[in-house]
């Protein structure tokens, strides 16, 4: 079974640290673009970043850049997401989600054509 489980949400102080894992089973990371999203209440989804397949290169979106990495374990088959300098107004639950056939460009364009999404893991920034 294709899937795609995050993990590592939780409660944290404003200029707090996170880090989000999103853990493949039944294929292989290595050939696959893979993007975070997240939704926050009453607001559309929203791609937050993007690791490429080929070189690793990665994308963010101008909210978090400078705060969040982006990276990638293939030997662990799993895709990490760590946030620092958390604010409010990144409480959200955050999704991990791929295409077979996308590369990033295409992952956070059009999102809600992705074929594998994970559950979530809820991020809240709160004093």
């Known amino acids: 079974q294709v899937q795609l489980v995050e993990s590592g949400g939780g409660l944290v102080q404003p200029g707090g640290s996170l880090r989000l894992s999103c853990a493949a089973s039944?294929?292989?990371?290595?050939?696959?673009?893979i993007g975070w999203f997240r939704q926050a209440p009453g607001k559309e989804r929203e791609g937050v970043s993007c690791i490429s397949s080929s070189d690793g290169s990665a994308w963010y979106t101008d909210s978090v850049k400078g705060r969040f990495t982006i990276s990638r374990d293939n030997a662990k088959n799993t895709v990490y997401l760590e946030m620092n300098s958390l604010k409010p107004e990144d409480t959200a639950v955050y999704y991990c989600?791929?295409?077979?056939?996308?590369?990033?460009?295409?992952?956070?364009?059009?999102?809600?054509?992705?074929?594998?999404w994970g559950q979530g893991t809820l991020v809240t920034v709160s004093s």
């Open positions: 989600a791929t295409h077979s056939a996308y590369v990033c460009y295409d992952i956070i364009v059009d999102h809600r054509y992705l074929e594998v």
């Open positions: 039944g294929f292989t990371l290595d050939y696959y673009a």
